[in-house]
């Protein structure tokens, strides 16, 4: 059995995970929403997408959302308010199990290669293992969460009038259709890109502490360097989430292809997946570069990059306050 002090580092790791990542993920759901319609519309998104001659046929179907403020009156005009939020409860479901996963995997692997379960020894541990100590947490958060990750982008994805009214029917049509290795559809994409994004994600978060650290020491001249504001934490989660996403788009797109292919859409939103569209990631990503071209991979990357901000930097402090808090209720 573990010892007493181990049992409670885990529930302080996973009870703040899932605490920062729900809040984090209410807090941005309009983005996401807007994000999810962009990357599953197969016809262009921006007008300048339309001078390229081979998406000339593309061109010939009307595009339904083609710039993030005209989705934006298109959603709250079509859906109201509460559009915004489609989908929220599964990705409830998803991200608060994945982000208490994810920080008690790192915790793990972070106490393992540096020999201290204390936090404050983690931030000195070289870029490159905590690099890989992020990939492989986001590796193990995923598979644990993956098909809530799914319902969750089927229903932000359907809008009205809604073809699956709840996340019971929709699950009940994946399984009836596709079997229960369809909750599971676009795994090997979301795992190929969640290892690289996790490893930035969290890999430039330490660097960007050590560098605000660092700051802090030269500016105050004194011995402690350690202190760091919440306000600094905020711009190290803001400056992580932004590259993480700016790197790793293109896969989240093709991922999303994945999980709605052969499922029923609404005609006014535009063409459908067919059912096995796409033989593996690497067909999905040749097929969309040819008949979308470049711009195709980058569907959504505006509100994807605005929201992946606010929510990696939210999701950090979150977790880090909650867990000092944690940690002075349980000592």
Not at 133 to 138: D, E, K, N, V
Not at 196 to 222: E, I
Not at 291 to 320: D, M, N, Q, R
């Amino acid at each position: 059995m573990e010892e007493p002090s181990k049992l409670r580092r885990a529930l302080i790791d996973s009870s703040a995970g899932a605490i920062s990542g729900g809040i984090s993920r209410t807090v941005t759901s309009p983005l996401d929403v807007i994000k999810i319609r962009f990357q599953v519309q197969l016809e262009p998104t921006s007008s300048w997408a339309l001078l390229r001659k081979d998406l000339a046929a593309a061109a010939s179907a009307p595009s339904k959302y083609t710039g993030m403020f005209q989705a934006t009156k298109d959603i709250l005009r079509e859906e109201g308010v509460k559009g915004f939020w489609r989908g929220n409860v599964p990705a409830l479901l998803m991200v608060m199990p994945y982000t208490a996963i994810q920080f008690t995997v790192l915790h793990k692997l972070k106490t393992f290669v540096s020999g201290s379960s204390k936090t404050e020894n983690h931030i000195h541990l070289s870029p490159y293992l905590s690099y890989v100590s992020g990939a492989l947490a986001g590796c193990a958060a995923t598979v644990g969460s993956y098909p809530f990750d799914l319902l969750r982008t089927i229903l932000a994805s359907q809008g009205e009038p809604k073809v699956y009214p709840t996340m019971r029917s929709a699950f009940i049509d994946i399984v009836r259709t596709r079997g229960f290795q369809g909750l599971y559809s676009g795994l090997s994409p979301t795992l190929v890109e969640i290892i690289p994004y996790a490893g930035l994600q969290f890999g430039t978060y330490d660097t960007f502490k050590r560098w605000a650290m660092a700051w802090n020491h030269r500016v105050s001249n004194t011995a402690v360097e350690d202190n760091i504001s919440s306000f600094q934490l905020f711009l190290c989660g803001l400056a992580a989430g932004t590259c993480a996403k700016l790197v790793c788009h293109p896969l989240d797109v093709v991922k999303k292809r994945f999980q709605i292919e052969g499922l029923q859409r609404h005609p006014r939103y535009g063409a459908r997946v067919e059912h096995r569209a796409y033989r593996n990631m690497f067909d999905a990503m040749q097929r969309i570069l040819r008949l979308e071209g470049w711009a195709g991979l980058y569907k959504g990357i505006i509100p994807s990059t605005i929201k992946a901000a606010p929510a990696g930097a939210v999701t950090f402090v979150a977790y880090e306050l909650t867990s000092d808090w944690l940690e002075s209720v349980f000592s």
